[in-house]
């Protein structure tokens, strides 16, 4: 009887989960986070249970987005007065505060749900890799990335790079400066008066 109610204990307990956000996009992280946060891995879930874990997220600076969402996604505020309503893009919502862009991402995630604020007490978001002693010690699992990181030209081998199959030759002749105006034997004919589009 004993051994039933260690094995129920386990299942019930909250347990501390650590995910690498580096290079990781913020939307399918937080899909993936907020299983955690919910319970839903668990096969005690229930919509109206409280069986989430904790899940601990570090990097969140060095976050990925697509094509030009840095740009074009923006974040809405509004102080409920008149005249209150604010939007900003994403890249000054991520200077401003790091942990912001998967923090509103998980947020969105979970609408709906009536106990939102208390699964979002038990997201903590980091920066860096600096995470305090007390957290990293009830850590005991680890959620898989999303997406693989991509290799850095740097994280080659020279070896490597010279075998890479090329697409063409460069001739010997070419001058690889060519591009900066001071070099350019023609005048440019968008900027030049005589070439000027009317």
């Known amino acids: 009887m004993a051994h039933n109610r260690v ?3 386990a299942v019930l307990a909250r347990t501390w989960w650590i995910y690498d956000a ?4 913020p939307f399918r992280s937080a899909y993936r986070l907020t299983t955690y946060l919910q319970g ?3 096969p005690v879930y229930h919509r109206h249970g409280d069986v989430g874990d904790h899940v601990v997220v570090f990097n969140t600076r060095h976050i990925a987005m697509r094509g030009e969402f840095w740009r074009t996604y923006k974040h809405f505020h509004h102080t409920r007065f008149a005249g209150g309503f604010s939007r900003a893009s994403a890249y000054r919502v991520h200077e401003e505060d790091p942990t912001r862009i998967l923090e509103r991402a998980c947020h969105n995630r979970l609408s709906g749900l009536d106990n939102k604020r208390t699964l979002m007490k ?3 978001l980091f920066p860096d890799e600096e995470i305090p002693e007390e957290i ?4 005991t699992g680890q959620i898989q990335q999303v997406q693989a990181i991509p290799k850095k ?10 075998s890479f199959p090329r697409l063409f030759k460069m001739p010997e002749d070419y001058d690889i400066e060519s591009y900066k105006r001071e070099n350019r034997l ?12 009317k």
């Open 122 to 124: 038990r997201l903590h």
């Open 186 to 197: 023609e005048p440019d004919q968008h900027t030049s008066k005589a070439w000027r589009l």
């Open 153 to 162: 030209l740097e994280d080659y081998s020279q070896r490597e790079i010279d």
């Open 7 to 9: 094995m129920q204990w």
């Open 40 to 42: 839903l891995h668990k």
């Open 136 to 139: 990293l010690e009830n850590v």
């Open 22 to 25: 580096n290079q990781q996009c």
